[in-house]
Every structure is written in C-alpha cells, then in structure tokens.
C-alpha cells in the first residue's frame, strides 16, 4: 500500500490518499483501511481514538486527508471541520452541461430504501451547501462533460455525489449516484486542496495532484474532442 505523506508537522499529518482504500475500520477489523496503515506504521497513531484521523473521504475518492497527531490537535482541528474553518477543494468530472458558477444548498437525508448508506435530498435532512465552479467542458462520443472545483461548505456523507446526482449531472463514474461507467470505475472526484490556520496562527495550505487514473480520463476527452 502506497500512502503519500504531503504535510507533516509535530502536530499534523496530511496524506494523499489513493482510491479504493476506505478511510476508519467502523469495528470492523479492516486489513485494507488508512486507520490500520496508521496504527502499523506510527507509535503516536496507536494512542489516539481512530488512529487520529480527522475527517473521512469515500473509498472511491483519491486526495488530501488530514490527521492530529496528538488528542489536542485532534479536538482543535475537529472543531476547525465542524466550525466550517477548514477550506476543503474538490474537482469532479460531471456528466452533463454543467452552468459556469454555482451553488447547491440542499438537505441530505440517508435514503431508506436501495442501496445501503446512500443519501438523497430531503426535508428534515442535515444541512448541505456545496459551491461549484466551471474550470472545463468536453464533448466525447455526443455527450457532453464538465471538470468542476468544488468547495465544500459542509461537509456530509456523499455530499457531493448526491448534490449533483440531484441536479441531474452525476458524477462520472458514480455507478450508485447514477454516473455513467464506460470512461472509469470509480467516481471520478478528487480533495485537492486543504487549508486551516494552525494552533499557533500560521497558515497552512496542501495541494494534491490529481490522481493518475482521473488524468488519463481527461487525457482520453482532450484526444477525441
């Protein structure tokens, strides 16, 4: 398993997490998981709850996820998510023809019936609000994509994936959110960019390159224009 570290302080830990890996065991006794990579890699992992594993992405989502190294940055960077401090990026590619700038502000629920853990939109729901922006439109085979930056303002389960699963344009990839599959077998999105204001004042900002098997995706678009 090949896990990149981006950012490291006494502190916190950023790494640059690959597709397929699922992010916290949930009591299982997961082999396969970035919670048990840390717990075997790192002293400092085995005494904090969750190996101090800040936030979660999909298993399907590659890029930038954020651990404490210690339970006091564990709590402050938790209230930093929860307090909606932390600047979160994304890029996705969507199917559909996706308008220039925009944003959804809609409440997610867990749906109650079909697949397992997927959510939709719904009243009583939690609060979502993701913010998006145009970067580039492709046509490819009739269809029409579009690589969008997002940022997310919440930060729910699937947020994005259902976000624009309910707009009509899933993401690409996204079998359980609707997404077409012949272009790749993952839903095609990435955490670019993490930001926060450290304990001491400073600054902080983490980039991610976008993951190869999504650049191959564009690469494909860019050739049969």
């Not at 998510?81 to 969507?94: G, Q, S």
């Not at 925009?102 to 009243?123: D, H, N, S, T």
């Amino acid at each position: 398993m090949i896990i990149k570290v981006k950012f490291e302080n006494k502190n916190v830990l950023i790494l640059d997490k690959p597709w397929g890996l699922v992010v916290t065991n949930e009591g299982r006794n997961e082999q396969n998981s970035v919670e048990t990579y840390l717990s075997g890699k790192y002293d400092w992992a085995k005494k904090i709850d969750r190996s101090g594993i800040v936030h979660r992405l999909d298993k399907g989502t590659s890029g930038l996820l954020m651990v404490a190294k210690n339970e006091k940055y564990l709590k402050y960077l938790k209230k930093m998510f929860k307090d909606r401090l932390v600047y979160k990026e994304y890029e996705a590619l969507i199917g559909g023809d996706v308008s220039f700038v925009g944003e959804i502000k809609a409440p997610l629920i867990r749906k109650k019936y079909g697949v397992w853990g997927k959510r939709q939109v719904g009243i009583g729901g939690k609060e979502a609000w993701t913010v998006f922006e145009l970067i580039k439109k492709y046509s490819y085979q009739g269809k029409k994509y579009c690589l969008v930056k997002i940022v997310l303002k919440t930060g729910r389960t699937h947020q994005i994936r259902a976000h624009f699963s309910y707009l009509g344009w899933p993401l690409v990839g996204d079998r359980q959110y609707g997404g077409e599959m012949k272009l790749i077998n993952r839903p095609f999105l990435h955490a670019k960019i993490l930001e926060f204001v450290d304990m001491d004042k400073k600054n902080v900002k983490v980039e991610s390159e976008m993951a190869y098997d999504l650049s191959k995706v564009l690469g494909e678009l860019e050739k049969n224009k």
